[in-house]
T-cell receptor, first 117, second 113 residues
């Protein structure tokens, strides 16, 4: 069974508007971490934001926020005030277990975001 | 260096050829991961090192794939007798081993012809 599901292969957003990229996950481990990475055409994976399963508040990093709904097992990424440079592939990922166990990341299929001027 | 460095950036191999991909993690990072990313897909885990110990190699697709990190820093992913289905981007990531964030290199794009 797929552990990370990103149902939007591609998304368009107008510059300066907000956009939400969907991510649902599946795990039976009570401890896990959820990540969002950005992958521009250059190929490197750029870490954006992290949410721990026990975190009470939604994570925020600048224009990025993670809408964490634990009961629904969703971890959507919200990008506010989109910029042309935000055009890229975005991957949701999960790590099971505690942070200090150094576990592997399980990635979704990705969403390609295109920002229109 | 400041980030994770991978070399070569691009590699074209003839089917049946052996290849070696190198990863230089961030200095002091204990954990090192290799991922394989096929075109249009998300990265898939291959193997994980903590210092020089290979703690998880469950993602290696066949016995043609071999990874090492003999001194707990630089790592090499070796693919023997390459096949067309090995064509992918190979990503390396490193982390302190505690805390959430893993830092990725730019990857090596392997094309098997």
């Amino acid at each position: 069974a797929q552990k990370i599901t990103q149902t939007q292969p591609g998304m368009f957003v107008q510059e300066k508007e907000a956009v939400t990229l969907d991510c649902t996950y599946d795990t039976s481990d009570p401890s896990y971490g959820l990540f969002w990475y950005k992958q521009p055409s250059s190929g490197e994976m750029i870490f954006l934001i992290y949410q721990g399963s026990y975190d009470q508040q939604n994570a925020t990093e600048g224009r990025y926020s993670l809408n964490f709904q634990k009961a629904r097992k969703s971890a959507n990424l919200v990008i506010s005030a989109s910029q042309l440079g935000d055009s890229a592939m975005y991957f949701c990922a999960m790590r099971e277990g505690e942070d200090n166990q150094g576990g592997k990341l399980i990635f979704g299929q990705g969403t390609e975001l295109s920002v229109k001027p | 260096g400041a980030g994770v460095s991978q070399s070569p950036r691009y590699k074209v191999a003839k089917r049946g050829q052996d290849v070696a991909l190198r990863c230089d993690p961030i200095s002091g990072h204990v954990s090192l991961f290799w991922y394989q990313q096929a075109l249009g897909q998300g990265p898939e885990f291959l193997t994980y090192f903590q210092n020089e110990a290979q703690l998880d190699k469950s993602g290696l697709p066949s016995d043609r794939f071999f990874a090492e990190r003999p001194e707990g820093s630089v790592s090499t992913l070796k693919i023997q007798r390459t096949q067309q289905e090995d064509s992918a981007v190979y990503l390396c990531a490193s982390s302190f081993g505690q805390g959430p964030e893993a830092f990725f290199g730019q990857g090596t794009r392997l094309t098997v012809v």
